[in-house]
């Protein structure tokens, strides 16, 4: 079997060529799925729980403290025993609650997340689904979550519950419009929604560098905007363990809490993921314009490692957020989004559709 | 706002009120403090506080006790002032027994009591930025804390309810390392205190969530006898310190913080102004503590003439009275405390009227409230 840590085509093609060769095209196509979705179930365990690992070294980090470093060397196994401690806890039944919603509520936050990440393009030739319309899937797929915190809160029947869903409701359907404007910039910059496309796009210098100044205001816009819809400091209001103790997942306990919890980190992953692809060129090398020799040298760095590398900044800049700023209020949120964000976006995607008429940006 | 009865949120229940108890068992409330809230979508239709969850009564148990024992009951009430209110009873007993305590004891009094200051501001700043979602906050303020209460360990044994200022004097001579470790505190949290600023202060976010939230007006602090710096957020020269000085308060010179905006805010510029001249105290204390006994030789046992006595001194969250009636016996045949947090808690009410629910944390975090102070 070919394998090349530049590109990773070669590799599913003989997958794909060996499956087909051997059995019935029916059958390859299961066992490609299968095969597609265990790796993509293993990507995102391991993903999430290190990523909760991450977020506990950074915030001990900024807090003067050590964090976890007593499971494993550093700790590292440490978030594996929490999940095994919470897959033994109990599920605590609610009295009163409409178990249906209840129950499934964490599976919709989780499937959401996890579609997402099948169009996500980890390095060359390392994506499960290349849609024509890729950034408008990753958009439509991630606001599924926000149906699965709202019946959290609505079907756990508490008032703590309810206020937080409630709050999380109105933040991420005011959210996603600027997300989705933010994205628009780059979409117009490279004429597709399709994420390969938009990568192929940045082989001479990355949009954020290419796009002059319109780009970047859509880069600060789409880090505070996505921020914010995946419910994260300062803007957790749904959560606000201050004033809701912990808001729409109160009342979950056991093996559901943590999949709300790994929802979370998911969702950030993903948004950081987007941002990377999208105005950081995901797993293009870093490439200044026609300087051959220095393009040569970028490209000895692996793709998945650009790509890793990107998105782990994103996720450390969106945790930096976090554990800096107080929360906002829900007006001041919203007042945010609707006053500043949203016109700022809008006026922006004028200026980016005129730079790319008059084609002022670099090509 | 009107004033509301229990009974009042009862029948408002039945006509359809949205009410959230917040607390008994809530993480910004700071113990055992229920807020009956009833929401109207986020706005807070109105707040009743209710105290009474860890009530010890504490007054009772001293009319019980002797005076040298109540010291070790103080403690327990405001326990971020625990010195201050040790000092409370102390400066009563020997008021009415007419003993003159040494100036040693008058100046490590003072320095005590000004370290217990800074502590419980640090506590109370780290848990502020808390209810507010800066959760780092929380840990610069410990960080820091924690030097002091390293001080008080090395000196006395203890680091929260301390029982170190008794009648008399104290109850044993400073360490010998007390005076460095103290200017070393002070120089290293000259350094640390600008910290606080550019992780809070100068925040975006929290100025919006603090200015104009919660005002409290000049006549609101006094007819709620809102005392401390509360009161003085709004512009409330209130500080026993200056007004009374006590111990050896009327050596230093330090200002009195007054803010006129009434807001959050100002209560908040109030206490971390505090901070400086509270280090500002210390050091011109520090160099200059007199030789001599660490305590002035009193009866085996304390008992005070028949009559009336009180005596006010300033808590890191206010003024704090004690009151006590005496039969001329060992025990106290009366005794109350009037306890800063009681006063301040029960402005609540008015400073959330037309706010938020996440204002009301923001607000009650603001007040600064310790609760076993509210139910002693």
């Not at chain 1, 905007?225 to 957790?236: H, L, V």
């Not at chain 2, 706002?1 to 229990?6: L, P, R, T």
Request: glycine share 8%; with cysteine.
């Amino acid at each position: 079997m070919p394998f090349n840590i530049y590109d990773f085509s070669g590799t599913t093609k003989a997958v794909d060529q060996f499956l087909y060769s051997t059995m019935s095209p029916t059958w390859a196509f299961v066992v490609e799925l299968a095969i597609v979705g265990i790796i993509i179930l293993l990507v995102y365990a391991v993903v999430g729980l290190y990523l909760v690992y991450a977020e506990r070294k950074v915030c001990a980090f900024m807090q003067n403290r050590v964090g976890p470093n007593r499971v494993g060397k550093w700790g590292l196994i440490q978030t594996i025993a929490d999940l095994i401690k919470l897959l033994m806890k109990e599920l605590v039944v609610i009295r009163k609650a409409d178990q249906l919603l209840f129950n499934i509520a964490p599976f919709i936050l989780i499937i959401a997340s996890f579609m997402a990440i099948a169009a996500i393009p980890f390095a060359k030739g390392l994506q499960a689904v290349d849609f024509n319309i890729g950034v408008f899937y990753m958009m439509a797929v991630s606001s599924i979550g926000v149906i699965g915190t709202l019946l959290a809160g609505w079907s756990s029947n508490s008032k703590y519950s309810l206020i937080g869903a409630i709050r999380s409701g109105a933040q991420v359907v005011s959210y996603e419009l600027s997300v989705g404007l933010s994205l628009l910039a780059v979409v117009i910059f490279s004429g597709s929604m399709q994420l390969s496309v938009i990568i192929e796009s940045q082989a001479n210098g990355w949009w954020i560098f290419k796009g002059h100044i319109p780009a970047i205001i859509a880069f600060v816009m789409f880090l505070v905007a996505s921020t914010a819809e995946i419910n994260r400091g300062p803007f957790d209001l749904a959560e606000a363990e201050s004033e809701l103790t912990a808001g729409f997942h109160t009342e979950y306990s056991g093996i559901r809490f943590a999949f709300f919890f790994l929802g979370e980190y998911m969702n950030m992953f993903i948004v950081a993921s987007l941002a990377a692809t999208v105005f950081l060129g995901g797993w293009m090398p870093l490439h200044i314009g026609n300087l051959a020799g220095f393009n040569h040298v970028m490209d000895f760095i692996p793709p998945i490692v650009w790509y890793f590398g990107k998105t782990v900044f994103i996720i450390y800049v969106i945790m930096w957020f976090k554990w800096t700023f107080p929360r906002l209020r829900i007006d001041q949120l919203l007042t945010l989004e609707w006053k500043y964000l949203l016109p700022i976006n809008l006026v922006n995607i004028l200026v980016i559709a005129f730079i790319v008429l008059m084609g002022w940006y670099i090509k | 706002m009107q004033e509301v009865e229990f009974s009042d949120i009862l029948t408002a229940q039945e006509d359809g009120d949205y009410i959230v108890n917040i607390g008994p068992q809530h993480p910004s409330t700071h113990g055992v403090m229920r807020f009956v809230v009833s929401l109207k979508g986020e706005m807070l239709d109105y707040v009743v506080p209710h105290c009474g969850y860890i009530h010890r009564g504490i007054e009772k148990m001293c009319e019980r006790m002797t005076y040298p024992q109540i010291i070790h009951l103080t403690d327990r009430m405001d326990y971020l002032s625990a010195h201050m209110n040790n000092e409370a009873v102390s400066i009563l007993v020997e008021k009415a027994l007419g003993v003159e305590v040494p100036e040693r004891v008058k100046y490590i009094r003072t320095i005590l009591s000004e370290l217990q200051r800074i502590a419980s501001h640090q506590l109370w700043w780290a848990a502020f930025g808390m209810d507010m979602g800066g959760l780092t906050c929380f840990f610069y303020g410990l960080r820091d804390r924690e030097k002091i209460l390293d001080i008080f360990e090395e000196s006395f044994g203890s680091r929260l309810l301390h029982s170190f200022i008794c009648p008399g004097g104290l109850m044993g001579d400073i360490h010998p390392n007390f005076q460095k470790r103290t200017k070393e505190f002070i120089t290293y949290f000259r350094k640390k205190l600008p910290e606080y600023d550019q992780l809070l202060t100068g925040n975006i976010i929290f100025e919006q969530r603090t200015k104009g939230m919660g005002i409290m007006s000049k006549e609101d602090a006094i007819s709620f006898g809102a005392t401390g710096p509360t009161g003085r957020g709004s512009n409330f020269a209130c500080d026993i310190r200056k007004k009374f000085p006590y111990s050896a308060y009327d050596k230093v010179d330090f200002k009195e913080i007054l803010y006129t905006e009434g807001d959050s805010w100002a209560r908040y510029k109030v206490r971390v102004d505090e901070m400086w001249e509270s280090m500002k105290i210390i050091e011109q204390l520090i160099d200059n503590i007199p030789e001599g006994d660490y305590s002035t030789k009193m009866k085996p046992i304390i008992k005070l003439p028949e009559g009336e006595y009180s005596q006010r001194v300033e808590t890191a969250k206010g003024d704090l009275g004690v009151f006590v009636v005496s039969k001329g016996e060992k025990y106290p045949y009366r005794m109350h405390f009037r306890t800063p947090n009681f006063s301040n808690l029960f402005v609540i009410s008015q400073l959330c009227k037309g706010n938020k629910i996440a204002d009301l944390i923001a607000i009650s975090g603001s007040l600064d409230l310790v609760i076993p102070d509210i139910d002693r």
